[in-house]
């Protein structure tokens, strides 16, 4: 595994001792009972680590399966959670509250007090937004998946929303994920999820390109997708249509790599030659939802062998956007395990964020600080 330090009180921290302070035994130990884990806030901002250049992102909480959790709205109740966001980031994308489903409850309506609220905060803090998103296949309201709409309409529709979300913060975003999620696994468009690219196939895509570049002609404007860490065949439809769209002209400044990994499959190896394919297009890229689960039991605690390895891809995972010097920015996909989107979506897995439920460091919060400070440090 990496080498991984814990800085604490002014102290260095072996990987081993780091694993123990979070509750877990080292590699080879026979007895995984779990020790009390002191509550350690972090002592170093993530945001002051990084090269020039890299700015550090985190999702913000609220809407989506926030609404359904039973807990108050995390950014607008959690006074300990903002501090960490404020004091951690130099980035942030809203989770939820940009999505079509959350801005556009009725057709006539955009309810935008949400995105407002992160976008001040930002501002206030002196953060940079990243935009997400304005074309995707989900989390879109009924009355747009189930209308019925002319073709004409429904592009008009699209052209409306961008028009008016990209515009409304024109100058207060710099990146937008106009694009997301558009191939399926094997490098196949999204046509029957995605109700515009069942219409329109990948010119839709170009127009949603030109219509946010008109909105905002300063925005750098994104293709994002999970899966597309490797160099496979969702990727290399990306690198495909990129490469179309740039010879069409379209404003495409960017191709974004989730980065929702998962220490059940191998950690891509190939993610930096991946993010350079893109680069020697003249791209821009981004890491912008990374994220690392584990297997965890009924009361959510890991392996510590699944710690370890969580810690190495987070470390890895970093290593790769800070050797690529047009990885202009790294979002973690939230930030503690309070609020994580994962136990919800990923059965027999959890333990993903970097801070545990109580907003203490874990191993790997401490692996994604070593990774920004680059090899030299
Ligand atoms: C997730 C959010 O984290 C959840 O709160 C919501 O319920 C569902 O969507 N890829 C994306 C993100 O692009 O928008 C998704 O976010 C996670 C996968």
């Known amino acids: 595994m990496r080498a991984t330090r ?27 009972t779990p020790t009390p884990t ?16 890299l700015a550090v992102g985190v999702a913000v909480a609220g809407g989506g399966h926030h609404a359904a959790a039973g807990y108050p709205d995390p950014f607008g109740e959690d006074d300990a959670y903002r501090d960490v966001i404020a004091e ?31 976008i001040d905060f930002a501002e206030e803090n002196g953060q940079q937004v990243r935009g997400h998103t304005l074309l995707w296949h989900s989390q879109n309201p009924r009355w747009l998946t189930s209308g019925t709409f002319t073709d004409e309409e429904m592009r008009a529709l699209l052209q409306e929303h961008i028009a008016t979300v990209v515009g409304r913060y024109k100058g207060r975003i710099v990146h937008w994920d106009v694009a997301n999620e558009i191939f399926d696994d094997s ?31 300063d925005a750098v404007l994104y293709l994002n997708d999970f899966n597309v860490e490797s160099v496979g ?18 404003p495409l400044h960017g191709f974004g790599v989730q980065g929702h990994l998962s220490t059940q499959y191998p950690f891509p190896g190939d993610l930096e030659t991946n993010l350079r394919r893109f680069t020697d297009l003249g791209l821009e890229v981004a890491i912008t939802e990374l994220d690392v689960r584990v297997p965890v039991d009924g009361a959510g605690r890991a392996e510590p062998d699944d710690v370890e390895k969580q ?37 027999g897995e959890g333990s993903a964020m970097v801070l545990d439920e109580d907003l203490a460091v874990k191993p790997a919060f401490t692996a994604v600080a ?8």
């Open 88 to 118: 951690q980031f130099s980035s942030v994308t809203h989770e939820n509250q940009l999505k079509w489903e959350f801005l556009r409850p009725t057709r006539e309506e955009f309810r935008f007090e949400g995105a407002d609220a992160v």
């Open 6 to 32: 814990l800085v604490r009180n002014g102290a260095v921290l072996s990987a081993a001792a780091a694993l123990a302070l979070a509750g877990c035994t080292s590699a080879g130990d026979p007895s995984p």
């Open 311 to 347: 810690v190495e891809y987070y470390g890895r995972a970093v290593d790769a956007c800070v050797a690529v010097e047009r990885c202009t920015s790294l979002t973690l996909w939230g930030v503690t395990d309070r609020y994580s989107w994962v136990p919800g979506f990923f059965a």
């Open 38 to 53: 002191p509550a350690a806030a972090p002592d170093v901002a993530l945001r002051d680590l990084p090269r020039a250049g």
């Open 370 to 377: 070593d990774a920004l400070r680059g090899p030299d440090a």
């Open 233 to 250: 065949p969702k990727s290399d439809a990306y690198l495909a249509l990129a490469t179309e769209l740039l010879a069409a002209g379209a």
């Open 187 to 217: 490098g196949v468009l999204r046509t029957e999820e995605n109700p515009f690219l069942a219409r329109f196939g990948t010119t839709i895509v170009a127009d949603a390109l030109r219509w946010a570049h008109e909105a905002d002609p």
